[in-house]
């Protein structure tokens, strides 16, 4: 089941072995679809560019949120235009994300035959993180073929 496949994979079935590429091309391919599975492979390429992103982002907020910023009247310092830029930015790089990662995480959940609803054990503080951290590392499992679609 971790033999590498080629990008003829159809969508509809998991790509084991997943390149970086493919993983980000199928990610916004699949963008709203919550049916079928994904392997490890697609899920953890997928999320390292996800914070890779997110570290880029807070890096340029970090050197440049400043430029530009005005000193208050108590000595703190107001965030300049820059910032203001960049959290926009950032806001709407999470909106154009959100549905997809989701898709995502219930079709990796999917494919350890684990129900996609087990998503929402991640709003228990602390205790969800973890068990989805748990979930998203378990291997593929054949059973998780029942939820593909149906040739």
């Given at each position: 089941?971790?033999?590498p496949q ?8 998991p ?9 980000v091309?199928?990610f916004?391919r699949?963008y709203?679809d ?6 490890r492979?697609e899920f ?18 970090l050197?440049l ?6 000193t ?5 310092r107001?965030?300049?235009p ?8 950032y ?8 549905t997809p990662s ?11 035959n684990?129900?996609g ?13 973890i068990l989805?951290?748990?979930f998203y ?5 054949p059973?998780g073929a029942?939820?593909d679609?149906?040739r």
């Amino acid at each position: 089941m971790t033999t590498p496949q080629n990008s003829e994979t159809p969508l509809w079935l998991p790509l084991y072995g997943a390149s970086f590429g493919d993983a980000v091309r199928r990610f916004f391919r699949k963008y709203t679809d919550f049916t079928g599975r994904a392997s490890r492979s697609e899920f953890w390429w997928w999320w390292l560019l996800s914070v890779l992103i997110a570290v880029v982002f807070e890096i340029l907020l970090l050197t440049l949120g400043n430029v530009g910023g005005v000193t208050t009247s108590d000595g703190t310092r107001a965030l300049g235009p820059i910032s203001w830029i960049l959290l926009v930015a950032y806001l709407i790089w999470v909106v154009v994300i959100v549905t997809p990662s989701i898709a995502l995480i219930w079709r990796r959940l999917h494919d350890a035959n684990l129900a996609g609803p087990f998503f929402f054990l991640g709003f228990i503080p602390v205790i969800g993180g973890i068990l989805l951290l748990v979930f998203y590392l378990l291997p593929s499992k054949p059973e998780g073929a029942r939820f593909d679609r149906q040739r």
